[in-house]
């Protein structure tokens, strides 16, 4: 499901395709993170625009929101496509746990949350920069303080072309 | 799960318990929602801050967002508790739906994502004004225009009850 997530890129050099427009993250979940690449976390995305919910099973077994900065989020409602240049989509993923205190207050085991967060990813659109990618820079950023290979960056990219009707954007905004 | 999302009251005089600050939302997950009780949504609070992500199965079977008005956030971020009074909290709830387009990407089945929207709920801090449901009101607005009655209602202060030690907040906050 990394490859079915916001983010991460194909391409053979990746080292600098990914720069981002701020240089550290305020934010509780970027403490221990590295950047890979030299990426940089964008500063204040913790506090940016509510896009949508998903959860991904299997290995991944995970729970996630996807939040974007005002550009994002303004072509996400008015239907811009493509996304304009600036507009950065975050993927924040968390593991996929059973609440026992939800479950014991409802009576009933149905409740899952989010548990310890497990990385964050970035997309962000630059249709001359990242022109080789279709205009997207891609970023992920571990919680555990590893760094990913690029193999696993070299996934992304292929498989996002997947959505090019919606400008490699899978996730689709919740009302 | 109704019970152990973050609002819903309990008392026998609802009527007009719920005062909430603004009059109308601007939101497009307001449109055709029915105000119950005398509630109102606040508005803007699709802007809101992010707070955690959820699955609730069973007959729910919803993906919700928790978002959180400024000092709502604030008071997550700096563990203040109780709450203070202006804190609202809002949970979002979409209906909990396997993903054929990301299956289909990734080649596995594995995704599910938000789906329609079928209520949004508040849960506003007020010590003074909700003396007798814990110092909060609550509101419950669904999607398909229905409204809930007084015996939905009385079912949620109850449950919030049982995590006094929280201020009646179920949701942790996601970092």
């Known amino acids: 499901m990394k490859r079915i997530t916001l983010l991460l890129v194909g391409v053979g050099t990746l080292a600098g395709i990914v720069v981002f427009t701020t240089t550290t993250s305020r934010n509780v979940s970027a403490q221990g993170v590295a950047p890979i690449f030299g990426t940089k976390i964008p500063d204040g995305y913790r506090d ?9 099973a299997g ?6 929101t996807i939040l974007g900065n005002d550009p994002a989020i ?27 205190e939800n ?4 009576g009933r085991d149905q409740s899952f949350v989010a548990g310890a967060p497990t990385n964050v990813q970035f997309m962000v659109k630059d249709s001359k920069k990242y022109a080789a990618t279709g205009g997207r820079g891609f970023g992920h950023f571990n919680n555990d303080g590893k760094t ?9 990219f292929p498989c ?7 400008d490699l954007v899978f996730t689709r905004y919740a009302p």
């Open 48 to 56: 940016w625009g509510f896009i949508s919910v998903a959860h991904e």
């Open 59 to 64: 290995e991944l077994n995970d729970i996630r």
């Open 74 to 100: 303004k072509a996400y409602r008015e239907g811009t496509l493509p996304f304009p240049d600036g507009a950065i989509i975050a993927a924040l993923h968390y593991r996929f746990i059973p609440s026992a």
């Open 103 to 106: 479950n014991k207050a409802f």
């Open 148 to 156: 990913v290979d690029d193999a696993f960056m070299k996934t992304c």
């Open 160 to 166: 996002h072309q997947k959505i090019k009707e919606r």
